[in-house]
């Protein structure tokens, strides 16, 4: 079984295991909206075949599983009042849903690095494998957006204010911290990877999940904690409001070395990126289901996409990439609840809806 020519993303049978490799390598495996309904297309393929027993997500290259979306095709889009914003993100928001409840073991192998879509495609599998090189992060409000792809779901329910330290500082987790923060499973080192890919390809149809598990275990560390981990108690005592001028606050009121170097982070962010940011994960904590957040996402999502900080924050770390983004407005204190409420908005019942 194969997608026949060898493109940006390749799909075959190998064994009993359905193989989905992402081959952008150049790219860091950035998703494309062609590579989102090819990978619907493969879902289907191997959902359908009794022989796969396992589907395997990976990335081609060394540097990471998936970089994220293609943010500068969004933002020529953007700038032209097209409609990619739309079309990718409803794609890409269904078929998140569908890695959650996908009727058959999917083990993402998240080496390297993993952002934005890239955890949409592997923090709902059923299987989260990182490794010794795995950075995974959501810096989204760094472009004046948020974090998407389900990530509101899955920050919120980290432990304790870690789910809202990433989400608003965009900082990296290496593999124990994923672990810690539940958007991984286990920590596998990346040499032996290739081994554990062969014993996958070599299940039986029909083997358990929990089966699954155990053969993942098996070359597992069994680290779970990394250095972010170990600053839960300040995270949870600095990040435990729900307003981004009573953050600020308490990192200007601890002041320390930590503190201080997190203020920094948060202000070279979008105030408005931040703020729809913390309202949704505060949002999410509430939510019963993935799919009721990726619908707000989705509803935000379209008005990012709209939003002058969207562009300015591609422009200056995509496009011009001179990191010096001129954010509007420039301050939390001046994002009101006027700005707010678009992002917040219902959407249409025809605009995202879920199988």
Known sequence: ???GEEGDLIVRREGAAGVIRLNRPKAINAMTLEMSMGIDAALDQFEADPEVAVIILEGAGERGLCAG???RGL????HEGGDLGARFWRQEY????RIAKYPKPYVAFMDGLVMGGGVGLSGHASHRIVTDRTKLAM???GLGFFPDVGGTWLLSRSPGEIGTYFGLTG???NGPDAIHAKFADAVVPAAKWPDLREALTKLRAGVAATDISKLINGFATGDAAGPVAAKQAMIDALFGFDRMEEIFAALKRDGSEFALSTLKTLNEKSPRGMVVALKLLR????ASSLEECLVREYRAALEVFR???FREGVRAAVIDKDRNPTFSPPRIEDVTPQMLAPYLAEIGADELKFN
């Open 94 to 97: 269904i078929m998140n849903a």
């Open 171 to 173: 900082q990296t987790m």
């Open 283 to 286: 949002l999410a904590r509430t």
């Open 75 to 78: 933002w020529e889009s953007s």
């Open 69 to 71: 979306g293609d943010i």
């Open 1 to 3: 079984m194969s997608s």
């Open 307 to 309: 939003s002058d900080d």
């Open 139 to 141: 810096p989204e409000v």
